[in-house]
């Protein structure tokens, strides 16, 4: 999308033109509550999920939060 919205093709393109500048992660531990505010707040459809030595884990997703409240499994 980033080379799309410049008017340049992907070969063209370097990650540092197309990536976020500031970084917000979660802990699997981390209340799904916490998560959603957070995504909400900084208008994020994927936060990056770190263990205690801050590798990454895994993603939640926008998808991920409307499933967990269909299902009514709200932490």
Same mark, same amino acid.
């Given at each position: 999308?980033? &080379?799309?919205?410049?008017?340049? $093709?992907?070969?063209?393109? !370097? @990650?540092?033109?197309?990536? $976020? *500048?500031? @970084?917000? %992660?979660? *802990?699997? =531990?981390?209340? !799904?509550? =916490?998560? =959603?505010e957070?995504?909400?707040?900084?208008?994020?459809?994927?936060?990056p @999920?770190?263990?205690?030595d801050? %590798?990454?884990?895994?993603? !939640?997703?926008? %998808?991920?939060?409307? *499933?967990?409240?269909? &299902?009514?499994?709200?932490?």
């Amino acid at each position: 999308m980033a &080379a799309y919205t410049k008017g340049c $093709s992907l070969r063209g393109a !370097i @990650v540092a033109s197309a990536m $976020s *500048r500031g @970084v917000w %992660s979660c *802990r699997p =531990e981390d209340p !799904i509550s =916490e998560a =959603e505010e957070l995504m909400q707040a900084r208008q994020l459809r994927r936060l990056p @999920v770190v263990d205690e030595d801050g %590798s990454l884990a895994g993603f !939640i997703t926008t %998808s991920d939060l409307l *499933r967990a409240a269909n &299902a009514s499994t709200w932490t």
